[in-house]
T-cell receptor, first 109, second 113 residues
């Protein structure tokens, strides 16, 4: 079975500090991984896809198959980054996504 | 370009009442999904429809039914609401392979008293 684990429910940092939101997964195949973000009372939005190796809003995430991780990083946090972040896995051959429980990022001034 | 539209945005039901949550997408996506979002539990898949005419159970289907009315519309029905179904419900859609991720609706906040 597939599983996505986000060990931190809440991550609180000061503006300007580096941020790392952890995501570990359990899946026997080759996964497709995503990060979604949900700002206060808004819909979930796609932030990153691992296959595109892109940087969005200063965030990056690298797939580490050896550690089965897909941590989300940003070198300098901004107050507008405060939101709920979800890591998600798409099993090969299926359209459905399996989500982690989410991490709330709070960036204080 | 509306994307994924959900109605209603808010609803309060009494235990035992029924209701249907509506979802429509205008992106010509093949696949549609219903998730519920609960504190500390993230998003859990209720039902999904890989293509028009097909539906499949997700992780938490009990107490729900779905209808893929056409390519655009995918409804979720609660036949006899229970307090445990108090949640925020999200509809989403994706292209055939889901490679580009999901597009989500704005959610329905449902309270069952």
């Amino acid at each position: 079975a597939q599983r996505v684990t986000q060990p931190e429910k809440l991550l609180s940092v000061f503006k300007g500090a580096p941020v790392e939101l952890k995501c570990n997964y359990s899946y026997s195949g080759s996964p497709e991984l995503f990060w979604y973000v949900q700002y206060s009372r808004q819909r979930l939005q796609l932030l990153l896809r691992h296959i595109s190796r892109e940087s969005i809003k200063g965030f990056t995430a690298d797939l580490n198959k050896g550690e089965t991780s897909f941590h989300l990083k940003k070198p300098i946090a901004q107050e507008e980054d405060s939101a709920m972040y979800y890591c998600a896995l798409k099993p090969t051959g299926f359209q459905k996504l399996v989500f982690g429980t989410g991490t709330r990022l709070l960036v204080s001034p | 370009n509306a994307g994924v539209t959900q109605t209603p945005k808010f609803q309060v039901l009494k235990t035992g009442q029924s209701m249907t949550l509506q979802c429509a997408q205008d992106m010509n996506h093949n696949s549609m999904y219903w998730y519920r979002q609960d504190p500390g539990m993230g998003l859990r898949l209720i039902y999904y429809s890989a293509s028009e005419g097909t539906t499949d159970k997700g992780e938490v289907p009990n107490g729900y039914n779905v209808s893929r009315l056409n390519k655009r519309e995918f409804s979720l029905r609660l036949e006899s609401a229970a307090p445990s179904q108090t949640s925020v419900y999200f509809c989403a859609s994706s292209d055939g392979q889901g490679v580009y991720g999901y597009t989500f609706g704005s959610g329905t906040r449902l309270t069952v008293v």
